[in-house]
Each structure stands twice: as structure tokens, then as C-alpha cells.
């Protein structure tokens, strides 16, 4: 069983950049597909990014593609997402997520009989205007 931990949130200036980082624990993140959502007060919870087993094929929201990249290091049991042009609107609490397959964390927020795997606990980005 892979255990996941969100770090790198915090407090930063609109325009600017944080990457997160989602480390797992266990022998087996690399079977994992992963992907970042987040959940701003008062609304649900939303899919922003996933990437596939190996270091390939990824998928993004419209509401951050082009300011967002998903990465993971396998020799590293960690996942990545970069966020640049951040703005006030990206403030919200950050999650990470495993499941064996991509699909279920693209529809995790639209189908509410899926439900990835793993969730880690959060990270909180604050973005100031």
C-alpha cells in the first residue's frame, strides 16, 4: 500500500510560483498513476492534472494548462506539480492522488461512483493579489 504526503504550499504573490511535491511511501508508487486536484472554500473539489504510470502521457484541466505541469520521479516515489502565473483563484488546499488507473482520477471529480486509491492529507496554497 502506498501512503502519500503533500509539501511545498504556502503563501505567494500573484504572477508567482510554487511546486509541490507529493511523496510515497512504499515499494510500489511506480504502478501508480497520480494526479494533483484542489478544493477552494465552498466549492468542490477539482481535477487539475494527472500523469501516467511512467514519466509520459499527461492531462490537464483547462482552468491550468499552460500555467501547470504534472512530473513525477520514479526513483524518487515522488510527484510533482509545478505551478507558474499563479493567481488569486488558485487558492485553495492541494491535494495529490493514486490509483492504478488514469482514468479514475480524470473522472474522480464527475463520477461519483469513482474514487482514487490514495489521497494525501493536503497542502495549502495562499495566493495574494
Known amino acids: 500500500q502506498v501512503q502519500l504526503a503533500e509539501s511545498g504550499g504556502g503563501l505567494v504573490q500573484a504572477g508567482g510560483s510554487l511546486r509541490l511535491s507529493c511523496a510515497a511511501s512504499?515499494?510500489?508508487?511506480?504502478?501508480?498513476?497520480m494526479g494533483w486536484f484542489r478544493q477552494a472554500p465552498g466549492k468542490e473539489r477539482e481535477f487539475l492534472a494527472a500523469?501516467?504510470?511512467?514519466?509520459?502521457?499527461?492531462l490537464y484541466a483547462d482552468s491550468v494548462k499552460g500555467r501547470f505541469t504534472i512530473s513525477r520521479d520514479n526513483a524518487k516515489n515522488t510527484a510533482y506539480l509545478q505551478m507558474d502565473s499563479l493567481k488569486p483563484a488558485d487558492t485553495a488546499v492541494y491535494y495529490c492522488?493514486?490509483?492504478?488507473?488514469?482514468?479514475?482520477?480524470?473522472?474522480?471529480?464527475?463520477?461519483?461512483?469513482?474514487?482514487?486509491?490514495?489521497w494525501g492529507q493536503g497542502t495549502q496554497v495562499t495566493v495574494s493579489s
Open positions: 492522488a493514486a490509483d492504478p488507473k488514469l482514468h479514475t482520477l480524470v473522472v474522480a471529480t464527475t463520477d461519483k461512483d469513482t474514487d482514487p486509491e490514495i
Open positions: 512504499g515499494r510500489t508508487f511506480s504502478n501508480y498513476a
Open positions: 500523469i501516467i504510470r511512467g514519466c509520459g502521457s499527461q
